[in-house]
């Protein structure tokens, strides 16, 4: 049998998935909503199905539905498909508060639903090394930077930062007992923030993300006993550098430098987006168990909205 699908919001994420939905095998895209017309009439002539100005419209023709509106809207929507028996895929963060989230991953459960909140990030290839190679770490640092604005009713944190978070937590598999956030806001919005996390087990973690950066950066760096390893996220490949150092001092020019040994690899992403669609429709079709427990969405949520009441200005010295 086929999964019939939805879309709810078609803008630049949206219309990735709509894309995706319309060619994966034993999925059925049967619609999908945007208030904006525009929109709709660009995905009615690219793919050829029906698009309705409100969400309501799909209640009662899809069996499962994405949503990719703004953040504001996702609690009501969520919550609306979830009472009409539909499994959802959600973007991040999932809402906007924690209790709205705790109240939806409680109503999926009642329902029976499928309930899963869209982190690409777990579905890179590269990603999905990184706990093997991870030994002892001390130090993890990520960088999530660009000029992109587009997004206007969350700030950098809940928009950008949220996948690192998630990833250092997944990683780590504790919480931090400590943390310091600063940042800088534009127009009432956090569009800078650089947050120090310390772990239980030692580990210090360094996020920082921006959406007023001129240049594009998405990188993590771990750092552990005689090794820094260094991912950097582009489109199609994420370059692995693992930098060995040996493990007695060695000065062979008496020069002050160090020997160090790097291995290189390129890992292809093999469309993430579509290995996260693809893991949701299994998980309705063929009862796959989740990647990630809805906990743990949670509580990337919760530091997340953490982090962003403890933002302080970045200081500036005149």
């Not at 690192?164 to 800078?192: F, I, K, M, T």
């Amino acid at each position: 049998m086929e999964l019939k699908v939805g879309v709810v919001g078609v803008g630049v994420m949206g219309t990735y998935h709509a894309q995706i939905y319309a060619g994966l095998p034993g999925v059925r895209l049967v619609g999908v909503a945007d208030p904006d017309p525009e929109r709709r009439r660009a995905i009615e002539q690219d793919l050829e199905v029906p698009a309705y100005p409100e969400a309501e419209a799909l209640l009662g023709k899809v069996q499962a539905v994405s949503i990719a509106s703004p953040t504001l809207l996702h609690y009501p929507q969520v919550r609306m498909f979830l009472q009409a028996g539909v499994h959802v895929l959600v973007e991040k963060p999932i809402t906007p508060t924690l209790s709205q989230a705790k109240e939806l991953v409680n109503l999926a459960a009642h329902e029976g639903r499928v309930l899963q909140v869209g982190h690409v990030m777990r579905f890179y290839k590269a990603v999905n090394e990184l706990p093997r190679m991870l030994k002892r770490p001390w130090m993890l640092e990520t960088r999530r930077l660009g000029n992109n604005r587009r997004i206007r009713d969350i700030g950098v944190i809940l928009d950008l930062m949220i996948h690192d978070l998630d990833l250092v937590l997944l990683l780590l598999r504790e919480r931090p007992y400590r943390y310091s956030v600063v940042g800088q806001e534009v127009d009432g919005l956090d569009e800078y923030a650089n947050a120090v996390l310390d772990f239980p087990s030692g580990v210090r973690a360094v996020l920082t993300a921006s959406r007023v950066s001129p240049q594009s950066e998405r990188s993590l760096s771990l750092t552990q006993d005689g090794e820094v390893i260094r991912l950097e996220f582009a489109s199609e490949y994420t370059e692995i550098a693992i930098h060995r150092f040996p493990a007695k001092y060695h000065d062979p020019g008496g020069n002050g430098r160090v020997e160090e040994q790097v291995e290189r690899m390129a890992i292809q992403n093999d469309n993430p987006l579509r290995r996260q669609l693809k893991h949701f429709v299994d998980r309705i079709q063929r009862g796959t168990p989740p990647l990630v427990t809805l906990e743990d969405d949670l509580l990337a949520l919760e530091l997340a909205i953490e982090l962003t009441r403890a933002l302080k200005p970045v200081p500036t010295h005149h």
